[in-house]
């Protein structure tokens, strides 16, 4: 499929798999051809696209910039780590089975951890860096799974350390199985805040507030999408309760609007 350049040398290697496939086809019967899928991302959305187009009959290439499937949603720990994950059962049970059932299309796909996708052309090219090498592929079709990116307004002292984004947080709690602190004020709006402090008390951590743009209860002017993600939405509502059961105090309307501290974060205002 791809032409192959390696950095630091003085050769370039092609490779034309799609040629090499047509002498073949050319000269015995005819027959379906199959069509060449790269997906960007390991995640949720990733690996399911990479089973479908697996199960469709097609040469799956994933490329993923982690050394393990799973992406921000089911980022996995080493195995070799103590401890257990924070997260809900149901969580963790999809997490699980979805693990598994790539793991069981990993001997039909071409799986690249560590290897990212940095540039994409309207030609069909994809250009791909692993360690000191730069891969052109030509697919048929690419599907992006790049997942999602966190957006946060900065304010006095956003960069002090201690202060991070849910995400960040998140990212300890499940690849380290670890907290990030002793004490902590989670702020943000959305569920996102809401799942991220109850892992944060399940892990030890002791969560001075709990502090929310807008009601969570907001979401119930969407009753279709309530209904529709109704699975989803238990499963927010027993977050919620580990925070009531923790004592976790509750504010609405309110967002950080300056952090204190001279080499480390010390206090958060909020208003």
């Known amino acids: 499929m791809p032409v192959l350049h390696r950095r630091g040398t003085r050769h370039t290697r092609m490779r034309y798999r799609s040629a090499a496939r047509h002498d073949r086809l050319s000269s015995t019967r005819p027959g379906p051809m199959r069509r060449s899928v790269v997906v960007v991302g390991a995640g949720p959305a990733g690996m399911a696209a990479a089973?479908?187009?697996?199960?469709?009959g097609c040469e799956v290439t994933v490329l993923?910039?982690?050394?393990?499937?799973?992406?921000?949603?089911?980022?996995?720990?080493?195995?070799?780590?103590?401890?257990?994950?924070?997260?809900?059962?149901?969580e963790l049970a999809r997490k699980k089975w979805l693990l598994r059932r790539f793991d069981e299309i990993l001997h039909a796909i071409d799986y690249r951890a560590n290897?990212?996708?940095?540039?994409?052309?309207?030609?069909?090219?994809?250009?791909?860096q692993v360690e000191d090498c730069t891969e052109v592929l030509?697919?048929?079709?690419?599907?992006?799974?790049?997942?999602?990116?966190?957006?946060?307004?900065?304010f006095p002292g956003w960069t002090l350390p201690g202060v991070m984004f849910a995400g960040g947080a998140q990212a300890i709690l499940k690849a380290q199985r670890a907290?990030?602190?002793?004490i902590a004020v989670v702020a943000g709006c959305g569920p996102l805040p809401i799942v991220v402090a109850s892992q944060l008390t399940r892990a030890g951590t002791?969560?001075?507030?709990?502090?929310?743009?807008?009601?969570?209860?907001a979401i119930l002017r969407y009753p279709s999408g309530v209904w529709h993600g109704r699975d989803i939405m238990r499963e927010g509502v027993r977050y919620g309760r580990s925070l009531l059961h923790a004592g976790v105090p509750r504010l609405t309307g309110h967002v950080p609007i300056r952090a204190f501290g001279k080499q480390r974060l010390e206090a958060v205002q909020l208003a």
Request: glycine letters at 8%; proline letters at 10%; aromatic letters at 4%.
């Open 51 to 56: 089973i479908e187009a697996t199960a469709r």
């Open 64 to 90: 993923d910039e982690s050394a393990r499937p799973g992406g921000q949603i089911y980022r996995q720990a080493d195995p070799r780590l103590p401890g257990n994950e924070f997260a809900e059962p149901t």
């Open 115 to 128: 290897a990212i996708a940095y540039a994409a052309f309207g030609n069909g090219e994809i250009h791909v």
């Open 138 to 154: 030509r697919p048929d079709a690419v599907v992006l799974a790049t997942g999602m990116r966190e957006r946060a307004i900065p």
């Open 179 to 182: 907290s990030p602190g002793r």
């Open 206 to 217: 002791k969560v001075a507030v709990l502090a929310s743009l807008r009601s969570p209860l």
